[in-house]
């Protein structure tokens, strides 16, 4: 999935950094972006919009229909820190009235999420919708992960991807005063969940946070467990080793900078998940290739004497990392995501029950 190890020290000597025996698969979890995987199903063939829809009304999921008002994305720049500007791609609601907005935080790499924006959320009908994309990122761009520029690279970390979603989203607060007030979510993809918790407060009206591929845990503990199942425990260790040693953070191991896997090694998400006020909604495919089902397990059970209303998890057989399901020859995927965005909609229909409830029924 991705090309050997890479070293390009930018102050520090190369002799400083340990070569590790090979790219190791574990690592591509991070090193390859979890994001574009997660669109795997997006952007294949399938059935009209409609009828996409109507695959969510599964196990007695009832989808709305309605005329695509303004179905459309628009790109739109917002301000970051330090004078970056981040891309965004912005949705009014397709279907009136307008009961709620979603905030996106997609996941890794520097793919856009624009080529299949109007697919993948087709299902939000209600509901206007932001997504945030890296400093760097083009929304239309398709660029494999391994052929992330260089300046990207140096820059991909979570501290800095925090800042910057945080200026965005204040900006983005600023721009809505004086709108009517109106619920909001925010949605974690993949590698963005991990953000979730320390931008949470940013975000008038939350309504609650919504997790798709991701366990809960810390990156870190998730990934030693993800190592663990591939075998490949011994390129984790030699990573923490250097991860914990003197090379400067601009060298890039294992198709990340060492600055985004010393954010990453540190990185608290379990704990403030657990801690926050907000409602979580979770969803994870039992086919999930990139992170083990033992890590959602071990999360649930340390999130389980949170109240039942105010936390809810569904694990969908046969599912991938993007909420897809494998299916024979010639039948259409079933979406999870389609799913996910169907419990959204019947929670805006009687928000009074809390973000849970439409998983209770």
Known sequence: MRP??????????ASAVP?????SPVLAFFASAALAMALVGCTAPRAPEGAAAAQADLQGIAVEQGPAQGAGFIQRAMPGVGGAVLQ?????????????????????????MG????????????????????????PQSQTKPADCPHPFVLQD???????????????DALQRQGQPAVPQLLVGISEGTELLPALAPEVPHLAGLVLIGASGLDPQEAGALQARRM?????????????AGAPHDSVVVQGRSLGYWRDLWHWPVAQPLIDSPWPVLQVWGAEDALVPAQAYERFEKRAAPRSPAGWCVRRLPGADHGLQQRV????????????????LEQWARAPQGGLCAPLQR
């Open 328 to 343: 024979a020859d010639g039948e259409h995927p079933a979406d999870g995501v389609q799913r996910v965005w169907a419990w």
């Open 88 to 112: 965004t791609l912005q949705r009014a609601e397709r279907t009136a009235p307008l009961r709620y907005r979603v905030i996106v935080i997609p996941g890794s790499g520097c793919a856009g």
């Open 157 to 171: 970390r979570h501290s800095t991807w925090f800042a910057q979603a945080r200026a965005a989203l204040l900006a």
């Open 231 to 243: 075998g490949a425990e011994g390129d984790w260790t030699a990573l923490g080793q250097l991860v």
């Open 115 to 138: 080529p299949i924006a109007d697919r993948y959320f087709a299902g939000l009908l209600h509901a206007q919708v932001l997504v945030l994309h890296k400093p760097g990122v083009d």
């Open 19 to 23: 070569v590790l025996p090979k790219a």
């Open 4 to 13: 050997t190890v890479q070293q390009q020290p930018l102050r520090a000597p």
